[in-house]
């Protein structure tokens, strides 16, 4: 019977000492961020483009940074919309609403392209520098407005065509 008192006694410890666990992995992750990144995965409904691959995304960004540096050089702190508008006569300002930065967002407000900071972080010089996942919102938007499907028919020249008329 003492034997049983023990096993008992151990398996509650291992419990309690579990559940201790799992709730200080729960904080770490929410003050990590994590529940903004599982927000995103979760929000991210199926759609034409969505599903972009990644080494097209790649393609797309290094021929657009290529362009840039060829016609204006190189920048010092990152790739702004208004160098790729400057170069590329295809694109607008619509095409770059939802696109992410380092440090926050560009927008649509009031029918012009607007930065929008995410002031909770510390701010850098190159906060307004367009990420890779902005590339990807960049090529879908675009994709979109062209009406091209680059998860199954369409192509990166497809694309770069229309933004190079």
Do not use: W
Not at 2 to 15: E, F, G, Q, R
Not at 71 to 81: D, L, R, S, T
Not at 90 to 96: A, I, M, N, S
């Amino acid at each position: 019977m003492l034997y049983l008192y023990k096993i008992n006694n151990m398996n509650i410890k291992t419990l309690v000492f579990s559940l201790l666990l799992a709730v200080l992995i729960n904080i770490i992750f929410i003050f990590f961020g994590g529940f903004d990144v599982l927000q995103r995965f979760i929000s991210d409904a199926p759609e034409k483009n969505n599903n972009i691959q990644a080494d097209i995304v790649d393609i797309f960004r290094f021929t657009l940074e290529d362009e840039v540096r060829k016609k204006i050089g190189m920048p010092k702190e990152g790739y702004e919309p208004a160098m790729f508008i400057k170069v590329f006569p295809g694109l607008v300002e619509t095409d770059f609403d939802g696109v992410q930065a380092s440090l926050g967002v560009y927008q649509m407000h009031e029918g012009t392209l607007q930065y929008v900071l995410d002031d909770s972080k510390l701010v850098h010089s190159a906060a307004k520098a367009i990420t890779r996942e902005g590339y990807r919102t960049l090529l879908h938007n675009i994709a979109n407005r062209i009406d091209i499907d680059l998860s199954s028919t369409g192509t990166i020249t497809d694309v770069m065509r229309s933004i190079t008329f």
